[in-house]
């Protein structure tokens, strides 16, 4: 097997972050995107058309399965030299929730406004809350790496790989 990278690819870290802004805009100007799905739901509207929501959604899918095959073919950065197996096993359980989340999120999405699955929508909704926790829990570890143990995991993701 290959060796691991010492960090990210420049499109590996571009990835990252514009799935991350495209997340953010998602969740601020969801409000049209909720209100025409709550019409539908109430009989007073059609599922379809143009959204600017489920475009970026569609977008969001698109760069996340991008990342994926990068992930694949570059592999990732071993582990911080700092953390314990317990914080390696969490990471990896978060960083694969963080993948499954953001490729369930825009399928349900377009089960719902696609073909008018009802169901779909609030499952869509539910994984949104799950996604954004799972950011939280994220981030943090990120902020704990770079101030707590000092271990220069968040630069990994801000410094491309030579």
């Known amino acids: ?57 569609i977008v969001v899918l698109i760069l996340v399965i991008w990342r994926l095959i990068l992930r694949l073919r570059r592999g990732v950065p071993e582990p911080a030299a700092s953390d314990s197996k317990y914080l390696d096993h969490a990471s990896r359980i978060i960083h694969g929730l963080i993948y499954i989340l953001l490729i369930l999120i825009p399928v349900s999405g377009v089960s719902a406004w696609v073909f008018g699955v009802k169901a779909a929508g609030g499952v869509h909704g539910n994984l949104f809350g799950i996604l954004f926790l799972t950011i939280m829990v994220h981030t943090f570890a990120a902020i704990y790496h770079h101030y707590i143990l000092r271990d220069k995991l968040l630069r990994r993701m801000m410094v491309p790989d030579k």
Do not use: N
Request: charged share 10%; glycine share 14%; aromatic share 10%.
């Open 1 to 57: 097997m290959a060796k691991a990278p010492d960090g990210y690819s420049r499109a590996q870290i571009t990835l990252h972050w514009a799935v991350l802004v495209l997340i953010i805009f998602q969740q601020m100007g969801s409000g049209p995107m909720e209100q025409a799905w709550q019409d539908y739901v109430r009989g007073q509207g059609e599922v379809g058309g143009f959204q600017p929501h489920a475009m970026v959604g």
